[in-house]
C-alpha cells in the first residue's frame, strides 16, 4: 500500500504504537494515536510522541468522524483483534495491519523471523549474532526489545532482518513473508488472548502465510502438532530434533549437535562448547543453526559465532552466589512450559520462586517436572493460591506465600543451603506487579545483589 497521504490510526500508545506513529510520519502519512483507556491523558501521549511524526492524539472515544476517515488501521499488539471497535473496522473494509506488517511494507532486504511459545528471544539473539558476524547489514528486532517500525527506514536491499514475532503480531499480518521462518514450538499460552489451543496453533502457523516454495521454514520435529503443519505447508522444512537422529534436519547425537543435508553429514558443534545450559537451549541453537545455514552463512562462521554467544538476561542468567547458593534470574520463564525448561537446567537442590498474573494456564505439569529437585516453591502474585492448591493436589506441601518479590528473596537465602541454587521462574506473566518480565528480572538481581 502506498502509505503517502494516507490517514492511519495507530491503535495503542505504548512503545510500539509511538513507533509506528514516527514511521508513518516520515513516509508522509497522518497518523492518529489513540489510545482506548479512558483515564489516558492525550497530552502525556503527545509528549512521548516524537514531533516529526505529527501525530494527532484521541484517548477514550474515537470520533465518528475520525473512524470514518481512515484508510489503515496499525493496531500495537496488545490489541485484541475480537473487540468490538476493531471488528467495526472490518466491517468497514479498512485494512488492520499489526506494526510488523507496517514495517515490512516499508523495510527493504531479507526477514528471518522466529516464533514458538518458548525460546524465541534467546533463538531471535543467537541468530541476529550469526547474521551480523556474517553479514554487513542486519537489525535485530521485534519481541527481543527494539521495535520493528523503529528500524524499518533505516534498512537497505542488502539487510537482514532477524524478528521474534508474537502470535499478538501475527494475528494481523498480510504480506509479510521472511525468506527464512521458524516455529520452535507450541505449548499452552495466551488463552485469555485467543481463547482455544486451535486459535492459538492457527495464527501461530500464519508465519509461513505467504512464504514460496523457494524459502524455509524451521519446525521443531519433537513438536506433534508442527510435525503435522510441516506436512503440507509451501516452504521447504528444515526438521530440528533433541531427541532422534532425522534422515535430513540437524540433529543432537549424544553431545554432538549434527546437520544432515541430501548431500553430507556436518558435525557443527559440541554442547560442551555451548555456554547455554539446558536441552531445551540445545533446540533454540539448533533452530538458529538451521535458520543461518538456510541463509546462506557458511558453517565455519555459524560455529564460531555459536561458540561465542552467552545466554541472553532474564532466560537462566546466573545472577551471583552468595553463601555458596547460586542466583539465576529466569523471569523469562512467564509460562509453565517455558518453567519447566528452567527446573530441567538445573543441576543441584532448588529453591523456586514462582506466581504472577493469572493468565490461565494449568500448572500441574510444571509442578509434575519438578522431579525432587524442588525444595521449597516459594508464591507470589495473583496465582499463588492457585499453584500452591495444585501442589498440594499432587504431594507437593514445601509451599510458602510471600507478599511480593523481595520477601520471597530473602525467604529463599534464610532457607537455602550450601549448594543449593534459588531459581526466580515464575510460569506466569509478570502483569499486576511489574511492568514486564525484564523489570521483574532485574529487581530480583538487585535484591540479590543486596543480600
Known sequence: MELKGKKVLVFGAGKSGLGAALLLGKVGAFPIIFDGNTAADPEEIRKKTDPACHAAVYTGELPEEIRSSLDLVVTSPGVPVDIPLVQSFYTQGIPVWSEVELAYQTGKGRVLAITGTNGKTTTTALTGKIMADACPSVF??????????SMALEMKEDSVTVAEISSFQLETIDEFAPQVSAILNITEDHLNRHHTMEEYIRVKELITKNQTAEEFCVLNYEDEVLREFGKNITPKVIWFSSLRRLERGIFLEGDQIILKTEQE??????????????????????????MAFAAGVPMDSIRKSVCEFTAVAHRIEFVEEKNHVAYYNDSKGTNPDAAIKGIQAMNRPTLLIGGGYDKGSSYDEWIEAFDGKVRYLVLIGQTREKIRDAAHRLGFTNTILCEDLKEAVEKCASLAEPGDAVLLSPACASWGQFDNYEQRGDMFKEFVHAL
Open 265 to 290: 553429514e556436518i558435525p557443527v558443534v559440541k554442547t560442551t562448547e555451548l555456554k547455554l545450559l539446558g536441552r531445551h537451549n540445545h533446540e533454540n541453537v539448533m533452530a538458529a543453526i538451521a
Open 140 to 149: 535485530v528486532v521485534g519481541n527481543i526489545g527494539t521495535p520493528y517500525t
